[in-house]
């Protein structure tokens, strides 16, 4: 091709309004929102296949119309899975297309909406291509690989006035009493909040598997994408249709362990209960033996400590007692703290409809999800500076408005090296 699918990617982009509204998709020749929302799956492994994919086929006014994967077994069981849904059901449904390149999605007009369920290292580029685009997006947690790509995801966001949804799920009240233990602290229950725990999993580590035979059907390149070239591991990319959550989390050129892995979705609660969703810690410091992968610490302008370490999930200490949320579990010490209900002049968050269903609501209205894109980069960023601080064994100051690191020193910290042609596309 002459042109080349970015090229064409930018030409389609720079034609299109900057404000798309509710109807907007008419005007350039697609269904209506309220009518039906096209959308296509970018990453078609374990996350897609038990969550994703079950929940937009239930949708009524959704048809998946495309799937995304670099390897061909889950790329063709993906689309059979669609085929078999919409066949008795959706008359004028043509068949689910199949892609292994993400910018062939994009690139078609009849689709609306995108959800990205890909590793980490794969989330940033689709995200704001298809915002570009004009798409609206859903995409897993971690939002992000780094810093830099964080700030990157909200101006594309932003300046091309995309619904973009992070996969942080707890926020719509999937996985335990989340929203409750929101109401309790946002009531005063806690008093003034001084100190936060996160118990979550280790930062990750190099990756340093050794070589297998390639798998048939893999696009492995495709797979590896800004990531340094390195052999084939099935512990990356399994082979087939898998159901487990693959270890490709655990090495710093794809995820950032399970202090991103889990820690995307704790933090994501700390930041909300903290009234931070706009902004992050000044200072992280690391602890004092170099080996530990617990135990960073947090600074907020406000004094506010938040510490990775602790039981799993979220402990907030406060003035008036301490509160303890997880999946499955809300105590607190005193237990009338949670135990006493709500008064009718205390906090009431919105009954969520559910976090899918929320992103598709907002598709139609054009307001904000309730894990917008800002939160998703916000946490993200939050965990990416623990890590740094972990890796680099150094205190790091932090400007969270201005997302610059105080030190110029520490400035390329913010961003990683990338393998063409797979650089952070220009907003």
């Known amino acids: 091709m002459a042109l080349t699918r970015r090229t064409f990617l930018q030409s389609t982009a720079a034609a299109m309004p900057g404000v798309m509204g509710a109807n907007s998709f008419a005007s350039v020749g697609r269904v209506a929102p309220s009518d039906r929302v096209n959308v296509a799956m970018i990453g078609c492994g374990k996350m897609a296949n038990s969550y994703h994919i079950p929940q937009l086929l239930q949708q009524p006014d959704v048809q998946l119309v495309a799937v995304c994967e670099v390897d061909t077994t889950r790329r063709d069981w993906a689309a059979e899975r669609v085929n078999q849904k919409y066949s008795d059901t959706k008359q004028d449904f043509k068949g689910c297309s199949t892609y292994v390149d993400f910018r062939d999605v994009i690139a078609r007009e009849d689709i609306d909406a995108v959800c990205i369920a890909t590793p980490d290292h794969w989330h940033a580029i689709p995200l704001i291509e298809a915002c570009k685009a004009g798409k609206d997006v859903y995409c897993e947690k971690p939002l992000t690989l780094t810093i830099a790509e964080s700030k990157a995801c909200i101006d594309a966001a932003r300046k091309y006035k995309r619904i973009v949804q992070t996969g942080s799920q707890q926020r719509s009240g999937v996985f335990g009493p989340f929203r409750r233990a929101i109401e309790l602290i946002h009531s005063g229950r806690l008093g003034k909040i001084h100190r936060v725990t996160v118990g979550v999993g280790d930062p990750s580590i190099d990756c340093d598997l050794p070589e297998e035979p ?4 893999l696009d492995w390149d495709m797979w590896l994408g800004c990531a ?3 052999v084939y591991n099935s512990i990356l990319s399994p082979r087939g249709v898998h159901k487990h959550f693959p270890a490709w989390r655990s090495y710093r050129e794809y995820s950032g362990g399970g202090h991103t892995d889990m820690g995307a979705h704790h933090y994501d609660i700390a930041q909300w209960a903290l009234k ?11 602890p004092e033996d170099p080996k530990a992968k617990r135990g960073v610490r947090f600074l907020f302008e406000n004094g506010i400590e938040m510490v990775h370490g602790g039981p ?7 003035e008036n007692g301490t509160l303890h949320i997880d999946r499955g579990r809300l105590t607190s010490d005193p237990e009338e703290i949670v135990k006493t209900p709500l008064g009718e002049d205390e906090v009431h968050l919105p009954k969520s409809p559910g976090h899918h269903r929320n992103w598709l609501d907002c ?5 904000m999800p309730i894990a917008e894109v800002e939160k998703g980069a916000r946490t993200a960023a939050i965990i990416h500076l623990g890590n740094l601080a972990y890796q680099n064994q ?3 100051k932090w400007d969270p408005e201005a997302w610059q690191f105080d030190d110029p020193v520490d400035r390329p910290l913010l961003d990683r090296e990338r393998r063409d042609p797979w650089q952070l596309p220009k907003v």
């Open 228 to 230: 340094p070239e390195r």
């Open 214 to 217: 390639m798998e048939r059907g």
């Open 363 to 367: 598709i139609q209205s054009r307001e």
């Open 312 to 318: 799993s999930g979220c402990v907030f200490h406060g």
């Open 276 to 286: 931070m969703d706009q902004s992050g810690p000044v200072e992280i410091i690391p």
């Open 394 to 396: 150094k205190t790091l």
